[in-house]
């Protein structure tokens, strides 16, 4: 790939031309003031494997018809998602194993439940079962060459209140570009003459078309102008398409798209701020800057005190941004960043003002640290409290009343909500913004003028119902949170109520208080640490890992066959085994399987750390003591009631719960001399030597394999176990590089809300959009 930045026209054209010839990828990167100009060509016929990368789209199938073509009916449960021409693989269907052996399918979407597919007249009849995923099918894209391109473009619009802009900008930049050919230099900031020329060689490129003259002459003026945060946006989409362009994932831009934050620029008097006095260069590292905005502009962003919200990726970009626009860089401006965390390993990737001596260290203080270097005038000073109603000593008033603005940073939604209110409490402007992958958003939040962040809020997540955890998982995301869920019941919650037993003369009083059958839960947990499970010696962590194996992957699933067995029908008619209920079967334990023995090694380290007691790495140690371990015989009882749905466990709860107050709690034992060590809250997935991604990745994959749902290897189950926000630096800078062109209206004080944008992109798509903010109530 070769990337070419801010090169004149004439480099380009030799450059595309060889590229093309020589099957290189090209893309030519061009930002002058507001303006943006991005160009792709990934050669003749470009191969994009992942157009989109979400994850494919998959369904339970509840009936396939026969016929031509066939309609397949998915669960209820949820919508499928499919588009028409969409193509498809079936798994684990019955009856029509047909379906099975087939390659991928088109298919058609009929309704939101339903599709079809080809002609299934011949195959079998469908009885039960079946999965329907996604395929994402290769896809072929043609590019011209840039000589090609640039006589007959193709264009991606990134704002559709300006359609027309592109092109105007086409013709513009071409005038530039003669412009600069003829005199060896740009124009001159804010010289008339100048830009009356370049409008002249433009509308010789027009050859005839409409010219927007203001426009191009808009584009002369900024011409010498070099704007951080839009380096920062249009860097961030030109990196992604190097991405795309190696790589073959995600749809890249087809093939030029232009830019232009012309909003920025004074909504009142332009003619008379902006004067080519006022924008001459000074032999400042703000020249760029000052070529657009004028050197008034620049005194004011000096002056300014921001309050940044978080040190992470987004905080990076913000205090890279802030660094070099020279907010807070004079003798009364300030920035204040906070941030509780710690640097880890993981987050130099995309978090770029750390670096690999910087693990371990504070994040607010090495992020001012590497902010100053870059600009050694900035006033940043850091601080590691948390924002939250137990800081408000910390940010007071006098705190928040001294400040111009706030700058969010952060990866959750509750201390969104708070800072968003503390701003529309203190009256401040909130730049807020957010990435998930290859999207991202802005918000900008301006006093009497928007609505603010809290106004409007997205749906909760939808949780996974506790009877589908506890007894019937279909996915491997449900068989990761019940290990997850294991982990916190077997080695945290556990540990604390013993310490809490032992420390705290009121805990029964206090806990038989507590709702349904939480007393008789936490009592019975507390018994067994302290009497019944209590280890002496290492052998007894092993043979308790070995014993909890046992009940997990074969006792509980026999029991659970025993209440409901594989051919049982409902009142109904239908399979009780059918729709989104997995039939499970129970696992023989093997101490020579490596996923045993995995489970074992790490739920016996785990238990051994509690109470303190010296664990073992040696597997076939391990292994030995296992085949001396006694398992005793179970035998499924009658009279166990499994509750098959949240509703029915709940009011089983509620009614046992009643009925607690009557009984006497179970006997805990003599208190122990000596506390029991719980596991921290919320595993630590980035160490690899604690047990606790094995114990995860073990866990769920021996009850995936309980109910045949395809494993999970440890780099999948660390994501979704953690649950974490996938997040790449280009995406970071292209959105932060767009919440500090609503930084530079906010300096200004415009206070037209059509002046601000509120901004959404995709750069998997790609798309770019924008929106007016709404009017505050």
Not at 49 to 59: C, F, I, M, R, V
Not at 333 to 360: A, C, H, Y
Not at 742 to 747: A, R, T
Request: aromatic residues 8%; proline residues 7%; hydrophobic residues 40%.
């Amino acid at each position: 790939v070769v990337v070419l930045t801010n090169s004149p026209l004439e480099e380009q054209l030799w450059v595309g031309d060889f590229c093309h010839s020589h099957g290189i990828k090209l893309v030519v990167a061009d930002t002058r003031g507001l303006f943006g100009q991005l160009f792709c060509d990934f050669g003749d016929d470009m191969v994009v494997t992942d157009p989109n990368g979400e994850q494919p789209l998959s369904a339970m199938v509840s009936m396939v018809t026969k016929g031509c073509p066939g309609e397949v009916t998915c669960l209820d449960e949820a919508r499928h998602g499919f588009e028409t021409g969409d193509f498809v693989t079936f798994t684990e269907v019955e009856g029509m194993e047909e379906l099975n052996r087939c390659g991928p399918v088109e298919i058609r979407v009929l309704g939101p439940y339903t599709f079809s597919i080809g002609d299934t007249s011949g195959f079998g009849d469908y009885v039960r079962g079946g999965i329907v995923t996604q395929v994402k099918m290769p896809k072929h894209i043609h590019f011209k060459r840039f000589r090609d391109a640039l006589a007959e473009p193709e264009m991606m619009v990134t704002d559709f209140g300006k359609v027309e802009r592109p092109s105007m900008m086409h013709w513009g930049w071409q005038g530039l570009h003669r412009f600069m050919r003829q005199h060896g230099r740009p124009p001159r900031p804010r010289h008339q003459g100048d830009a009356a020329e370049v409008v002249a060689l433009a509308r010789e490129v027009a050859a005839g078309a409409e010219l927007d003259e203001e426009l191009v002459r808009e584009l002369a003026f900024q011409a010498t102008g070099d704007l951080a945060p839009v380096n920062a946006f249009i860097g961030g989409l030109a990196a992604q398409e190097v991405m795309k362009a190696v790589s073959g994932k995600f749809t890249p831009i087809t093939q030029w798209l232009y830019f232009d934050a012309l909003e920025c620029l004074p909504e009142e008097n332009r003619d008379s701020l902006l004067t080519e006095e006022q924008c001459r260069p000074r032999n400042s590292r703000y020249d760029g800057q000052i070529a657009v905005f004028g050197a008034e502009l620049q005194a004011k962003l000096g002056a300014q005190k921001y309050f940044v919200v978080g040190a992470g990726a987004i905080g990076c970009e913000l205090l890279k941004n802030f660094a070099m626009v020279g907010l807070g860089c004079g003798p009364e401006g300030s920035i204040t960043v906070t941030d509780m965390d710690t640097i880890e390993k993981s987050n130099l990737n995309r978090q770029f003002l750390f670096r690999p001596w910087d693990v371990t260290k504070l994040k607010s203080e090495r992020a001012a640290a590497a902010a100053r270097e870059m600009n050694p005038a900035l006033r940043v000073s850091s601080r590691t409290d948390r924002v939250g109603p137990d800081t408000e000593r910390v940010y007071d008033d006098d705190f928040f009343e001294g400040l111009d603005g706030v700058a969010n940073a952060l990866d959750n939604v509750d201390a969104r909500l708070y800072m968003d209110r503390r701003c529309v409490y203190y009256r401040k402007p909130l730049l807020e913004s957010g990435t998930l992958g290859t999207k991202g958003n802005v918000q900008v939040v301006i006093p009497f003028l928007s609505e603010s962040y809290s106004s409007s809020q997205d749906p909760p997540e939808k949780a996974i119902p506790i009877c589908t955890l506890k007894n019937f998982p279909n996915a491997i995301e449900h068989t990761l949170q019940w290990a997850r869920d294991e982990f916190e019941g077997l080695f945290k919650q556990p540990a604390e109520n013993v310490n809490q037993y032992l420390m705290d003369p009121k805990f029964l009083e206090r806990t038989l208080r507590l709702a349904g059958t939480q007393p008789l839960e936490v009592l019975e947990a507390v018994q067994r640490s302290l009497v019944t499970d209590r280890p002496r010696a290492w052998p007894d962590c092993v043979a308790w890992a070995c014993r909890h194996w046992h009940r997990q992957y074969n006792n509980n699933i026999r029991q659970l066959l025993h209440n409901f067995p594989p051919e049982q029908r409902t009142n109904s008619g239908t399979l009780f085994w059918s729709g989104p209920k997995r039939c499970p079967h129970p696992l023989i334990f093997d101490p020579d399987n490596p996923l045993h023995l995995d489970y074992v090694m790490a739920a016996a380290n785990l238990f051994a750390q509690s109470y303190g007691i010296a664990g073992s790495r040696d597997r076939a140690a391990v292994a030995e003591l296992l085949r001396h371990v006694h398992v005793p015989p179970f035998t499924p009882r009658a009279g166990v009631r499994i509750h098959v749905s949240d509703q029915e466990l709940q009011s089983a709860n509620t009614a046992l719960g009643e009925g607690l107050g009557a009984g006497s709690p179970p006997p805990l034992g003599a208190p122990q001399p000596r506390v029991l060590t719980p596991c921290p809250p919320g595993y630590r997935q980035d160490d690899d030597t604690n047990f606790h991604m094995d114990f995860i990745v073990a866990a769920s994959n021996l009850r995936a394999e309980n109910y045949d749902i395809p494993p999970a290897d440890r780099h999948k189950s660390k994501l979704i176990a953690g649950k974490i926000i996938p997040a790449i630096a280009t995406t970071t800078a292209a959105v932060v590089g767009l919440a500090c062109l609503e930084l530079y209206k906010l300096v200004q004080g415009h206070r037209r809300l059509s002046s601000y944008k509120n901004a959404f992109l995709n750069l998997a798509l790609p798309f770019v959009g924008f929106s007016e903010p709404l009017a505050c109530p």
